[in-house]
């Protein structure tokens, strides 16, 4: 009996073929609670082709430039490590060579090279890093490793996160079945430009490294790049795909029907988690998608949405569920994108509240109803042209800021 027929629960990570993956709680966060976890493996059974897309804040952590550095090799990767708990960021140079010995200790408890290792953290910034827990944990991970792993690897990685976050596609190319998987983690610290998060993505599709790290980038601008909860960026913000090709098959190369396939599925597993982490945002009750068509072209649509999405006031009347839809349309005013008043329509759950440069006689309490939904569709037309995007964000309550106020304490 082979490995997957033994977990035929496969999930995240772990449901393409040929993915394993540990975990550990390691105590790295000092708290006292020495039974959650918070060291994860993730290892794939042969060298994997990689991808990333990492924060664009000018403040890396160290595990972000070792992961970029060890990525430009261009070489296969076959595990990644990541903890919770410590950001390993701010930390000089003693916190690149943790994050060094993260990849050595995985390496040797795996017997890869550290080359082939690459690595993550996430939690609090400046403090360094508990290395003996963290280094006793990665060893207890990788003896652990299991392909029924994939749920507890997405609850090893939370930080804030009240849910742990996985989703799953599949393709078909020619005659070959493929699976896409993955998980994230983030609540907080959430906007646009590589949002704040960790996410790891893996398939068992032999994708060519012409294809991945492009198919990534697109992906991650129409999903991840399209989450605002707080309007701030993050030090550790990475996201990391795997394509180690266990399904068989020919390569999947550039403009090939194959390689539209798996974007299609690669989009579909980081869109699940994008709104995932917007759904369970630290403090939220409720979350919302701002659709934009009518834009002058696909960019216009999506800094037009990204800039309801992440406005103060939009999100404390999503909060309150207050029908002022004059918040969106001023919203709208400042994002910069081409559009007149006269040719604008603003609809909230499927209620046309602004068109065509006047309020429309909707009743209000009709879209009070609709803004207390857990979910809310928020559709703006620009008649501009015929570009379009979206962007997820969700309400602003009192609970963030107490999270936010005693992080630390």
């Known amino acids: 009996m082979t490995a997957e027929a033994e977990h035929p629960n496969r999930a995240g990570v772990c449901a393409p073929l040929g993915f394993r993956a540990g975990v550990a709680a390691a105590g790295v966060r000092l708290d006292g609670n020495e039974t959650r976890t918070d060291v994860a493996v993730i290892r794939s059974d042969t060298p994997a082709v990689a991808a990333g897309v990492f924060t664009r804040n000018t403040v890396k952590a160290a595990p972000v430039v070792i992961s970029q550095l060890t990525l430009r090799r261009g070489a296969p990767i076959s595990a990644v490590v990541v903890n919770a708990g410590n950001a390993n960021a701010c930390t000089g140079a003693q916190g690149f060579r943790d994050a060094l010995v993260m990849c050595a200790t995985t390496g040797d408890v795996l017997d890869l090279d550290p080359s082939d290792v690459l690595v993550c953290s996430t939690g609090v910034i ?7 827990r963290v280094m006793r944990g990665i060893r207890a991970a ?3 490793m299991s392909p029924g792993a994939g749920d ?3 609850r090893a990685i939370m930080t804030t996160d009240t849910v742990p976050k996985t989703a799953v596609a599949t393709f078909v190319a020619s005659g070959f079945t493929y699976t896409v998987g993955g998980t994230a983690k983030g609540a907080g610290m959430l906007h646009p430009d590589m949002a704040t998060l960790l996410a790891f993505i893996t398939t068992d599709a032999p994708v060519d490294a012409s294809v991945l790290q492009p198919a990534l980038s697109r992906v991650t601008d129409s999903t991840f790049n399209c989450v605002t909860v707080d309007g701030d960026t993050s030090t550790n913000d990475t996201c990391l795909l795997l394509a180690n090709g266990a ?7 550039s403009g090939s029907s194959a390689a539209a396939a798996f974007e299609d599925a690669l989009m579909q597993v980081c869109d699940s988690l994008a709104e995932q982490l917007v759904a369970d945002a630290e403090g939220a009750t409720r979350h919302f998608r701002v659709a934009v068509d009518g834009a002058a072209d696909g960019d216009q649509a999506r800094v037009a949405a990204r800039v309801v999405a992440q406005s103060p006031l939009v999100k404390t009347a999503v909060h309150g569920g207050d029908p002022n839809w004059g918040r969106i349309v001023a919203a709208l005013g400042r994002s910069g994108a081409d559009f007149t008043l006269d040719r604008c329509r603003v609809a909230i759950g499927g209620l046309v509240v602004f068109d065509r440069g006047a309020p429309e006689p909707v009743d ?5 109803v609709a803004l207390s939904s857990p979910r809310i569709d928020i559709a ?3 008649g501009a042209g015929d570009g379009s995007g979206h962007a997820w964000g969700c309400d602003l309550s009192p609970e963030y800021v107490h999270i936010n106020a005693d992080y630390t304490t």
């Open 364 to 368: 209000h309490n009709l879209v009070r």
């Open 152 to 154: 507890e690897v997405a």
């Open 247 to 253: 399904a068989g098959g020919t390569s999947i190369t």
């Open 126 to 132: 400046g403090r360094p890093m508990p290395m003996e």
């Open 380 to 382: 703006i037309d620009l």
């Open 142 to 144: 990788g003896l652990a």
